[in-house]
């Protein structure tokens, strides 16, 4: 397993942006893809988009897309989440998590929380209207 630490949520008005990061430690993680999910109150944890450590594929939800990007670097081992346009209902929990399974394809399993065996606490995002 890997280490995770999220960092830089907050509170933020609507329309304005934000990044997110997961600071990496731990045995090497080249074979790691890795997420971000987020859980709104009362609501299921849902996936936000991933990103392979080794070739930087990158995976988005539908709703994420043109407005959030995620990317990775390599040298601070870290995994950023930008997130522009936010919307109040974009307010969460966000967490980053680190999955190795794939399928026999090889493809990682990236919206799949089971598959995900290292995870971070969690940073607040509140976006207010």
């Known amino acids: 397993q890997v280490q995770l630490v999220e960092s830089g949520g907050g509170l933020v008005q609507a329309g304005g942006s934000l990044r997110l990061s997961c600071a990496v430690s731990?045995?090497?993680?080249?074979?790691?893809?890795m997420g971000w999910f987020r859980q709104a109150p009362g609501k299921e944890r849902k996936s936000v988009a991933t990103i392979r450590w080794s070739g930087g594929s990158t995976y988005y939800a539908d709703s994420m897309k043109g407005r959030f990007t995620i990317s990775r670097d390599n040298a601070k081992n870290t995994v950023y989440l930008q997130m522009n346009s936010l919307k109040p209902e974009d307010s969460a929990v966000y967490y980053c998590?680190?999955?190795?399974?794939?399928?026999?394809?090889?493809?990682?399993?990236?919206?799949?929380?089971?598959?995900?065996?290292?995870w971070g606490q969690g940073t607040q995002v509140t976006v207010s209207s």
């Open positions: 731990g045995r090497s993680f080249s074979d790691y893809a």
């Open positions: 998590a680190a999955t190795r399974i794939r399928s026999g394809s090889g493809n990682y399993y990236v919206t799949d929380q089971l598959k995900y065996d290292s």
